[in-house]
Structure formats: structure tokens, C-alpha cells
């Protein structure tokens, strides 16, 4: 059974590159914005089984493709559109010249972004923060958010970091 409200997201690098996917499937909140990889909970499963069974299934990585596997966050969307989700987000790398597999992925496009493009990409405006995060600040440390959206536009948000 799936959780509506539980999701994870993985961010997976290679070098200074991430890998994205365009969400393409009709009807999708999400549908045209480009996000990590991820999806729901599906019963008795932990933030960590979800977040590497929603890799494996959309992209065809595997957990021993991976190194630097991290929990980094955990981020609360509240819409006037949708029903509010508790998105538990993961870090990991994949070593240079690393492919994803041969898969065809019903989710949407899996595609490679330039880090330093990543801000340029169509995503909700509360990923920008969430990047920030993710990608600049060091040292790396656990982080909670929290945001607002009014149909598209972000209305307010909230971020804590923690050690």
C-alpha cells in the first residue's frame, strides 16, 4: 500500500553533475518540473528502503553503485492545492564515467545537470533553498523546511540546520 504523504527525494552526483528527472506522467503535481529521484512510502518501509527502491525502479541504480549515501533533511510542503507531504531528501555519488542503466522510466526524463545549472532548471522555487543546502554549504549537516505554497508561488518558508 502506498503512503500519500510520505515521500523521499535523492539527489545522486557524479563529479559536478546531478541527476534529474523531468516529470513527465499526466496529471502529476509535479508534472514538467524537474526533481531528484523519489517517490512514496510504501507500507513498513523505512525513509532509506523507499529513497533506494524509488532509485532503483526510475533509474536502474542499485545501492552498491552508490558511495557517500546520506540523509540529509527532511522537508514539510504545505499547498493550497495539494495534500501536504513530508519529503525525507538523500545525498549520493556515483564515481566518474558512471551510466545509468539502460531503463525506460515511465516517471519521466532522467538527465544529467550541471551543478552550476541547477537553479536554471523549471523546479519549485523552495528546491532553490533546499539546493543551497545540498550542494554548498560545508560542512554537510542535517537540515529541516518548511514551505508554503500558494498554487505555484512559494509563500513562505522556514529552514533550520542542525549538526
Known sequence: MRLSNLTTLIYITRGDYCLFIRKTRKG??????????????????????????????????????LTDFEYRGLVTFLSSEYESEYMHVFTASVPEGFEV????????????????????????????????????????????MKFRYEGDRLASHEEQEYL
Open 28 to 65: 502529476d503535481m509535479n508534472l514538467d518540473k524537474w526533481l531528484g529521484i523519489g517517490g512514496h512510502f510504501e507500507t513498513d518501509e523505512t525513509p532509506e528502503e523507499c529513497a533506494l527502491r524509488e532509485l532503483r525502479e526510475e533509474s536502474g541504480i542499485k545501492r552498491e553503485d
Open 101 to 144: 542503466p539502460e531503463k525506460a522510466c515511465d516517471e519521466g526524463e532522467l538527465s544529467w545537470v550541471a551543478l552550476d545549472k541547477i537553479n536554471d532548471l523549471p523546479v519549485w522555487e523552495g528546491d532553490k533553498i533546499m539546493f543551497d543546502y545540498l550542494f554548498k554549504r560545508t560542512p554537510r549537516r542535517f537540515f529541516t
